[in-house]
C-alpha cells in the first residue's frame, strides 16, 4: 500500500513538471527581454603613485561613455603578468563602481596584507574592465608596462643584489653607561651588471635590535631599538669602508644600590645592522652581527671562574711539593748521620786546645 501511494507522488510530481516546463516554454521572448552591457570603449591607464606605500603605485583606469544600452555597475581587474618575485601580487578587484562613472582607481589605497594587492613600477600588468549586466564573455582588456620610475617611485626590484655590508660590532661600558661601537664595510656587489646603471649610494641604515623571540623558535625576531642613519656618496659598484658608528643601549635594566651606583644588567641578545639604501630608495640587505649574547657571556664569566680555580689549585700543589721536598730533604739527613757516625780528626791537625796538667808560661 505504501509502494503504491509513493509511486503515485512521483507521477504526480513529473506531470507538474512537465506541464511548468510547456508553459514556460510558450511564454514569448519579449515578456521578459534580456539586455547586456555594451563592450567599454576608449580604455587608458594613467599610472600615478600611491600615498603611504612602500615603492607602489595605482592605476587610473579611463573610458569612454557607453554607445550601447545602460550600464548598471563597472568591475575592474589588475593582475600581474610576469610572476618574478618583485612583480607577483595577488589579484587587484574594484567592483560595484556606478553605471555612470568614467574611471576608476586601483588600488585605491596600499594593502595591509603581506603579498596582497600591489602595483609596482616596472612590471606588466593586464587590466580588465567589465560592463555589467555582463554576457559572460566580453571584456575590454589592455596590457601595459610600467616604466621604472614613476613620477619619482622608482622600482626595488634590484634591492637583493645590492651589497650586504660586512658588520662587526663591540660592546663597551663609558661612565657606566654601555655603547656599541658597530663598525662595516661595504663589499663589490656581486651582480653590478644586474643594477640599474651608475646607481648612487644615498645612505646606511644602521639599527641595534633587541630580541624579542628566543632562539629555539625557527624564526627568531629582533625589534629594532636604536637607529641611525649615515649619508654615503659614490656608486653603489665601489667598494668602501671601514665606516664605524657608536649607539647607546638605552634597552637595559637599572638597579641602584644604597650607595647610589649604578649597575647596568642586560638579560637579551642584541645584534648590530647596517643596510645600504641607494639614491631610489630601496633598501638593500642587512649585514649583521651579535652585539651582546647573555649565554656567551656566562660562559666567559664561568670560564674565567674556572681558571682562577685551576691557577689557586695549581698554586697549592706547588706549595704541597716545596713542603714536601724540604722534609723529605732532613729526613735523608738524619737518616745518613745514623748510618755514617762523624770522622776523627787528623794527626795533621792543629790542636786547639792544651791539657790541663800543660803549665802555662
Not at 562613472?101 to 589605497?109: D, G, Q, T
Not at 606588466?124 to 613620477?151: F, M
Not at 644615498?202 to 636604536?226: C, E, R
Amino acid at each position: 500500500m505504501f509502494t503504491i501511494l509513493t509511486i503515485s507522488v512521483i507521477l504526480c510530481c513529473v506531470f507538474v513538471q512537465i506541464n511548468l516546463t510547456n508553459e514556460l516554454n510558450t511564454i514569448p521572448s519579449d515578456v521578459y527581454p534580456v539586455s547586456h552591457a555594451a563592450l567599454p570603449r576608449g580604455l587608458a591607464i594613467y599610472p600615478l603613485p600611491l600615498e603611504n606605500s612602500d615603492h607602489e603605485v595605482l592605476l587610473n583606469v579611463t573610458w569612454d561613455p557607453p554607445m550601447g544600452p545602460l550600464v548598471s555597475t563597472y568591475s575592474l581587474e589588475v593582475d600581474s603578468i610576469r610572476n618574478t618575485v618583485d612583480c607577483q601580487s595577488t589579484l587587484c578587484y574594484e567592483y560595484n563602481i556606478p553605471g555612470d562613472a568614467l574611471w576608476a582607481l586601483v588600488p585605491s589605497e596600499p594593502s595591509t596584507i603581506a603579498g596582497g594587492c600591489a602595483v609596482r613600477p616596472g612590471c606588466s600588468y593586464r587590466v580588465k574592465l567589465i560592463a555589467h549586466p555582463w554576457d559572460g564573455h566580453t571584456s575590454a582588456n589592455v596590457n601595459v608596462q610600467l616604466d621604472e620610475c614613476i613620477l619619482g617611485v622608482c622600482s626595488c626590484a634590484h634591492s637583493p643584489r645590492l651589497p650586504r655590508p660586512e658588520v662587526d660590532a663591540e660592546l663597551f661600558s663609558k661612565m657606566g653607561d654601555l655603547f656599541v661601537n658597530v663598525s662595516w664595510s661595504l663589499p663589490a656587489p656581486q651582480e653590478p651588471l644586474r643594477l640599474p646603471p651608475r646607481l648612487r649610494k644615498q645612505f646606511y641604515y644602521v639599527s641595534l635590535g633587541k630580541q624579542m623571540i628566543s632562539d629555539a623558535h625557527p624564526s627568531p625576531w629582533f625589534s629594532n631599538t636604536i637607529t641611525r642613519s649615515r649619508e654615503s656618496t659614490g656608486f653603489v659598484a665601489v667598494p668602501e669602508g671601514p665606516l664605524w658608528m657608536v649607539l647607546p643601549i638605552n634597552e637595559r635594566s637599572v638597579g641602584r644600590s644604597d650607595k647610589q651606583t649604578r649597575k647596568l644588567v642586560l638579560d637579551v641578545k642584541m645584534i648590530a645592522r647596517v643596510s645600504l639604501v641607494d639614491e631610489r630608495g630601496c633598501i638593500g640587505p642587512a649585514g649583521n652581527h651579535t652585539a651582546y649574547d647573555p649565554s656567551q657571556a656566562i660562559g666567559k664569566r664561568s670560564s674565567i671562574t674556572t681558571y682562577i680555580l685551576w691557577a689557586l689549585l695549581g698554586g697549592v700543589c706547588v706549595l704541597a711539593m716545596l713542603l714536601l721536598l724540604a722534609c723529605t730533604k732532613r729526613v735523608i739527613k738524619r737518616v745518613l748521620r745514623q748510618f755514617y757516625p762523624a770522622t776523627a780528626p787528623s794527626s795533621l791537625e792543629p790542636m786547639n786546645s792544651y791539657p790541663i796538667w800543660f803549665l802555662r808560661q
